[in-house]
T-cell receptor, first 116, second 113 residues
Framework: DSGVTQTPKHLITATGQRVTLRCSPR?????VYWYQQSLDQGLQFLIQ???????AKGNILERFSAQQFPDLHSELNLSSLELGDSALYFC???????????????FGEGSRLTVL | DQQVKQNSPSLSVQEGRISILNCDYT??????FLWYKKYPAEGPTFLIS?????DKNEDGRFTVFLNKSAKHLSLHIVPSQPGDSAVYFC????????????FGTGTSLTVIP
């Protein structure tokens, strides 16, 4: 158990809809990362938050947005869903940010999104 | 643009033998490299890392080798055990550019008893 909790574990929805994925980081971790894993793809970095502020942005579509709340949990919002958005979405947390980060990210079990 | 590449989607090895998983990267700014292991229905878990100031890092049965000139790293598992069967992801970061982690597509290792 990594200590990172993601909900829901599975989600099936239709094209054009909007969903919200939730992540609770490990206790004490200030950084939250979101990754997308599509079929036969690696883990694509979407976005990172550190203590409530956006720290780094990857290949995140404009239809997607995220935020980190004062209690450090994070939400990833996916809107105007398309078939190609079907993927496994991972949240990871770490204690620090920037050069202090040892790179040991603690991953949740992922949220599997299926868009029909 | 895939900056970290794992060109072998799968690998099968006999129990007790050596498993060698390979990873190539394109960004010469990367200075920190990691391997993660993922079992089905679980998130990836950190396995071992190496800084660019080193060319080898060892942790028990796991050794990571870094060849900066070739922009190549490898993970050696000796001896391989059936419990090592998992998907292995290579990752890299450039600490002076925000420490964003780039992952490869993974190699599925099967250790045959």
């Amino acid at each position: 158990d990594s200590g990172v909790t993601q909900t829901p574990k599975h989600l099936i929805t239709a094209t054009g809809q909007r969903v919200t994925l939730r992540c609770s980081p490990r206790s004490g971790d200030l950084s939250v990362y979101w990754y997308q894993q599509s079929l036969d793809q690696g883990l694509q970095f979407l976005i990172q938050y550190y203590n409530g502020e956006e720290r780094a942005k990857g290949n995140i579509l404009e239809r997607f947005s995220a935020q980190q709340f004062p209690d450090l949990h994070s939400e990833l919002n996916l809107s105007s869903l398309e078939l190609g958005d079907s993927a496994l979405y991972f949240c990871a947390s770490s204690a620090a940010s920037g050069a202090l980060n040892t790179g040991e990210l603690f991953f949740g079990e992922g949220s599997r999104l299926t868009v029909l | 643009d895939q900056q970290v590449k794992q060109n072998s989607p799968s690998l099968s090895v006999q129990e007790g033998r050596i498993s060698i998983l390979n990873c190539d990267y394109t960004n010469s700014m990367f200075d920190y490299f990691l391997w993660y292991k993922k079992y089905p229905a679980e998130g990836p878990t950190f396995l071992i890392s190496i800084s660019s100031i080193k060319d080898k890092n060892e942790d028990g049965r796991f050794t990571v080798f870094l060849n900066k000139s070739a922009k190549h790293l490898s993970l050696h598992i000796v001896p391989s055990q059936p419990g090592d069967s998992a998907v292995y992801f290579c990752a890299a970061s450039a600490r002076n550019t925000g420490n964003q982690f780039y992952f490869g597509t993974g190699t599925s290792l099967t250790v045959i008893p």
